[in-house]
């Protein structure tokens, strides 16, 4: 199995900044695509960023410089460097990782998310 432990969320005001990490752990051969979601109440969950194994990235327009997603392959880890952060940025930010195990294909998988809250 895949373990993904996201850490960094909390309560910051408006205009501050944030930086999210999400650690891959388990029997991991090789991971493609890792990256960020968002979901409040209510709401379908939706893209933020993603990175692909060589560094291409992708962006919500609503994030777009603003924030910025990279990863580490050594240590299985991407991060979100949230900036400028408003409002509208409250909600749990969910890691997503495609993984391929030991002797197996790839699949999709998930962390436990965690709360940003933007307010003053």
């Known amino acids: 199995q895949v373990h993904l432990v996201e850490s960094g969320g909390g309560l910051v005001q408006p205009g501050g900044s944030l930086r999210l990490s999400c650690a891959a752990s388990?029997?991991?051969?090789?991971?493609?695509?890792m990256g960020w979601y968002r979901q409040v109440p209510g709401k379908e969950r939706e893209l933020v960023a993603t990175?692909?194994?060589?560094?291409?990235?992708n962006y919500a327009d609503v994030v777009k410089g603003r924030f910025t997603i990279s990863r580490d392959n050594a240590r299985n880890t991407v991060y979100l460097q949230m900036n400028s952060l408003k409002p509208e940025d409250t909600a749990i930010y969910y890691c997503?990782?495609?993984?391929?195990?030991?002797?197996?294909?790839?699949?999709?998988?998930w962390g436990q998310g965690t709360q940003v809250t933007v307010s003053s």
């Open positions: 388990g029997a991991i051969f090789s991971i493609n695509d």
């Open positions: 990175i692909s194994r060589i560094l291409s990235t």
């Open positions: 997503n990782a495609y993984v391929r195990l030991r002797g197996a294909s790839y699949n999709d998988y």
